[in-house]
């Protein structure tokens, strides 16, 4: 057994599980975190299991398996791997995809000590209760930073897989008509969508540029190889060779897919409509800049500022942080590399002013102190991306000496974090907190490889089925973060798959989110792992819990199987009803 316990007798493990239980709690009643930072980052990554495309190594989730296991380009390319972009969708899309990676890439390489404290609060207790019960299965990671790598690693062997050639690049796999159609599991897609053996693929090229799509896949790699740097560096010179490639294309043959003169193109601008492409060229540059220290990148993105500035119209009249519009981070990173560049420190600065509160405060905020600048939805997107955003900036300003600011912008990013997990009322952050949402809108939660009622039944059977239905969905799919509030009340929701305005996740919902929650942790800790907020990891139970199943990959019949439903969990400890692998996957 690993966890260096060797062969301790059980009734000893039981005992130290009950004496670590103990001065947990005394912890918790002294404890400066509002919430238990440490389990909000580990659900927010099992999200990341929750979208997984392709052959999975292991199987993390009952309910989850193998998917676009035969998905190829037109050109032979694999393209089984990377993530579903959302809850209700079973499309890969790159542009907006590739800031998921840039943004966990981020948080890695800049909050490492939040990241990995938090992995070590949560790995003393699952050692603790697995000796002895779980012979041969081993913690599923001893720290949260290989969790998290590893999800950056999943999404940036698809970015590299979906480069066929130097000019070319996928920009959109699947058809969105058909899959918003579908309302069965990923892994059996090709038999039941329509048309769904048969996913279309798009492809940026010189003569279809799109250098917002390229450019963001060269920023996503090129920020994966400084979080690699550390651990893999092999791995890390990889992708920022790729990186090159990718930043060239965006360079060099520049244009917007909103421009586009093809069908296929064209369906991206209604999906993801850009605002713009600069801003994702000085971004990519700078993020080549902070992995090779080529100074070439350097004067790129510098050259590039005005540029930049021009395309932070979000089109709700205020600036947004968005997979859309990179100027805010473009200034926050640029700051961060040439602290003396006050240009950069000042577009920076401007940015938060017109958040927190005071008299250059701008954007507007619901009644119960969320930002709302963005009138439509994913409210909480945005301030997830804000807080993460603020805490990078706030270092900037802390090392500049100007503390005051820094200060400021600390405490209105942990409001908007601390909003998403409770201060708004409620938690918004599926399987955490108190009243989270239980009807989110997350297809494969609800129909799954091992419960799908209205399997080939006609698409009305299934929308009705899965819309109207007013119960919670069958699994938990922990970390998901909704898309909040719609209006400027800031408590105007439904917990209803009915109203997916409300209740679907997306991959870069949570990406955001788990770097603000590791800087928070990071902030909150410090050398003192005990401001980290335990509460709920300490009340689990110091009882053996039951040996729970190793399921079927594909079960052939409908028979229930026991532990996999989210009412018959309730008596495993929630770090391992979703948190150890049962069964590898080959």
Known sequence: MTGGLGSVPKRWVVTAALLLSCWLHKVAAAN???????????????????????????QRLAWRANSCSKCTGSMGEDLSGGYWEAGGSYLKVAFPQ?????QLAWAAAAFPSGITTTGKAITIVLHLHLQGSFAGVKPFMHREMGELLEAIKWGTDFIMASMPTANQYVALYGNATADFLYYGPPEDYE???????SRPVTYVSPSDPSSESAGE????LAAAAVAF????PTYALALTSKAKVLYALAKNYPGTYMTSGTQAMQSLSTLYPSTGYHDELGWAALWLYKATND???????TGLFAAVQGDANSGSGFQIFSWDVKTPGYNVLLASLQPSNMQAVSAANAFFQAYIPGSQRTVPHTANGLAYPWKGAGSLRTASNTAMLGFVHARTLKAAGNTDLADQIISYSLSQLNFVLGDGGRSWLVGFGSNPPQQSFQKTAWNSVLTWSTKGQSVDVQRADFQDTNAANRFIAYGALVGGPFDQSGVTYQDRRLNYTFVEPAVDYSSGLVGAIAAAAEYYGGQDRSRLGLRETATISAATPPQPPSPPLRPKSSQPLPCLHRLCRQHLPLSLAEGISWKPMR
Do not use: C, W
Request: hydrophobic share 35%.
């Open 98 to 102: 590739a800031f998921v990676i840039t």
């Open 295 to 301: 100074s070439s990148f350097l004067t790129d993105a």
């Open 217 to 220: 896949g060269a920023a996503a």
């Open 32 to 58: 400066s975190s509002p919430y238990n930072y440490a389990e909000a980052l580990h659900k927010s990554l099992l999200y990341y299991q929750v979208q997984r495309s392709g052959e999975l190594p292991y």
């Open 229 to 232: 740097q550390p651990s893999n």
């Open 191 to 197: 038999m039941y969508a329509p048309d769904g053996a």
